[in-house]
C-alpha cells in the first residue's frame, strides 16, 4: 500500500495499544524478545501523536540537525532515488527531499505513517514523498530500486538486524549509497556516565510524563540503546550484509552516530 503526500487516511480499525509493552522482565534483554517486531510496533502507534515533540524535547531540538547532517554527508544530489526505511513520521525523508530526486517511505506503524502522510509540506518544485506500509524486514520493492536507502533510529527496533541490513542492500542499485542514524552511549567514561544519568534516568520519567505514555517506550529506547550492539559490531554487520567502504562519524559528543556504506558497483 504506497500513496502520495497527505493521501494516506487516518487509520480505521488500527487500535492503540496503551497496554504495558516493555515491563522490567523484558527491559533485561529488549533485543531477543521473540515478539519484539509487535511490541515495537503497538508502541509507536501509541506515541505517535506525541512522537516528534519528545524527540524534540529530548534532545534540546537537536534532532532535526541530526538528520539534516546525515543528508549532507550522503552527498544527496537531484538524481538520487531514496527509500527511508522506518521513516516513522517522516522526518528525515522530507529533510532528503529537499535534495534528492524521489524519495519513498516506509514504516510497519500505521499511526507514524498517517502523521507522516499528513505533516508532509508541499513543495511545488519537489515531486511529493510517496508513503508504503511495509515492514523493514520484507521491502516491497525490486533488487537495485534506490540509488540510496536510509534509516534513522530505527534499525536498532529491527527484530533481526542482519535481515534488515540485507533487505537494505538488496534495494539499492550497484554504486549505491546506505545512511544509518543511530543512538549510541558516548565512549569518554565521564561523558558516558553523564549521559546515562539524563537518558537512561530523567528522560525516560519527564517523556512519560509529558507523553502520557503507558506502554514503557522511553524506558525501552534507553534500555535499548545501551543494550545494543556498538559502532564495531555495527561496522562487521554492514559488511557482512554486502556494503563496502562503510565510514562511521560522531554527532553531539558521539550519543549519534551516522553510517555511511556502499554497495559496490
Ligand atoms: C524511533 S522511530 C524513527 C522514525 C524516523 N526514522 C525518525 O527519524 O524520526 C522508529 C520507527 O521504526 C519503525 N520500525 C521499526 N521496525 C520496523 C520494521 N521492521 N518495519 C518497518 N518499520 C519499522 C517504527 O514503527 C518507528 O516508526
Redesign the pocket.
Known amino acids: 500500500m504506497c500513496k502520495d503526500d497527505g493521501q494516506i487516511e487516518s487509520p480505521r480499525g488500527c487500535e492503540s495499544r496503551d497496554d504495558l509493552l516493555w515491563d522490567r522482565e523484558r527491559l533485561t534483554d529488549p533485543h531477543h524478545q521473540p515478539d519484539k517486531?509487535d511490541r515495537?510496533?503497538g508502541m509507536?502507534d501509541a506515541i505517535a501523536p506525541t512522537?516528534q515533540l519528545i524527540?524534540t524535547l529530548a534532545s534540546f531540538g537537536r534532532?532535526a540537525s541530526w538528520?539534516r547532517q546525515a543528508v549532507a554527508l550522503a552527498a544527496t544530489t537531484s538524481q538520487d532515488r531514496v527509500l527511508?526505511?522506518?521513516?516513522?513520521?517522516g522526518?528525515?525523508a522530507q529533510a532528503f527531499r529537499q535534495r534528492a530526486g524521489r524519495v519513498v517511505g516506509?514504516?510497519?506503524?500505521e499511526r507514524?505513517l498517517a502523521l507522516a502522510a499528513a505533516h508532509a509540506p508541499r513543495r511545488q518544485n519537489r515531486p511529493p514523498a510517496i508513503w508504503c506500509r511495509?515492514?523493514?524486514?520484507r521491502l516491497p520493492f525490486a533488487d537495485g530500486t534506490f540509488t540510496m536507502t536510509c534509516?534513522?533510529?530505527?534499525v536498532r527496533?529491527?527484530?533481526d538486524l542482519d535481515v534488515?541490513f540485507r533487505e537494505m542492500y538488496r534495494v539499492l542499485r550497484p554504486g549505491g549509497r546506505a545512511v544509518i542514524?543511530e543512538f549510541s552511549m558516548p565512549e569518554n567514561r565521564l561523558l558516558r556516565w553523564l549521559y546515562g544519568f539524563y537518558f537512561e534516568r530523567m528522560m525516560p520519567r519527564l517523556a512519560t510524563l509529558v507523553s502520557r505514555d503507558r506502554t514503557g517506550a522511553y524506558r525501552y529506547l534507553a534500555r535499548s540503546v545501551v543494550a545494543f550492539v556498538g559502532r564495531g559490531e555495527m561496522v562487521d554487520r554492514l559488511r557482512r550484509a554486502g556494503f563496502t567502504g562503510v565510514a562511521c562519524r560522531p554527532l553531539t559528543l558521539g550519543v549519534v552516530l551516522v553510517y555511511v556504506a556502499e554497495k559496490g558497483s
Open positions: 517486531a515495537v510496533r509507536f512522537y524527540n534532532d538528520r527511508d526505511v522506518a521513516c516513522g513520521t522526518d528525515l516506509v514504516d510497519f506503524a507514524m511495509a515492514d523493514a524486514l534509516c534513522a533510529f530505527g527496533n529491527f527484530q534488515g542514524v
